[in-house]
């Protein structure tokens, strides 16, 4: 485990969307089952623990959904009217290849059989659970001194070929998982001038929402 132990808000602090910082090493095997086991061990609606996780490491799959990965980049980048298109051509948006682990997040809608306690009347908290677990996975990575990057260019139909899911069974995140050399104090899409995060006090309403 990594050496300097994090409080949960130290964790939250310091957690980033990681992309250029990974070093090239893959997680060590009892790094990894821990990073799974906080996520698995999140909350979720009705207990019906909706979500499953494949792990991808060989060397041509990682390649092939980079390179898919690298055409929709291109593609969102075209569509940019100019001025934006420069700001994003500069960011990274994924680091595939150099975390050298996939973490392909899975939600089955199924789990939990057709009456799944707490869903009824809004579906999408199968969603939010597994979600849900996404961050406890993240958070547990950043007081691991591990970096997550999560990657969302891409055709939902693509990837669940490429990991052969059933029938019902849909993606929800690929995360890149690996070492990095640091975090970044500053998120990326504020470095590059993308967009700048607002501050909580224009979050926080008082009984009623005033826009």
């Given amino acids: 485990m990594h050496p300097e132990v994090l409080s949960v808000y130290e964790a939250i602090r310091r957690r980033r969307d990681v992309r250029a910082e990974f070093t090239g090493d893959v997680v060590d095997e009892a790094t990894l089952w821990r990073l799974l086991d906080a996520a698995h061990r999140a909350p979720s609606v009705g207990n019906s623990q909706p979500w499953d996780f494949v792990v991808v490491r060989d060397p041509a799959t990682l390649r092939e959904f980079a390179d898919h990965v690298a055409r929709k980049r291109i593609e969102f980048r075209d569509a940019l009217p100019p001025e934006r298109a420069a700001t994003f051509e500069p960011i990274k948006i994924e680091g595939i290849l150099q975390s050298g682990t996939g973490i392909v997040v899975c939600y089955d809608h199924e789990r939990g059989g057709p009456q799944v306690l ?35 260019f891409y055709d939902p139909g693509f990837l669940s070929d490429l990991i052969g899911l059933p029938e019902g069974v849909r993606t929800v995140a690929w995360l890149c998982v690996g070492p990095v050399h640091e975090f970044q104090r500053v998120p990326d899409l504020e470095r590059f001038g993308w967009r700048a995060g607002r501050p909580l006090t224009e979050a926080v309403h008082r009984e009623i929402y005033r826009g």
């Fill in 118 to 152: 707490g869903r009824a009347t809004v579906p999408e908290t199968g969603i939010y659970s597994a979600v849900l677990a996404i961050q406890n996975l993240w958070l547990a990575a950043t007081a691991e001194g591990v970096g997550v990057g999560w990657v969302s």
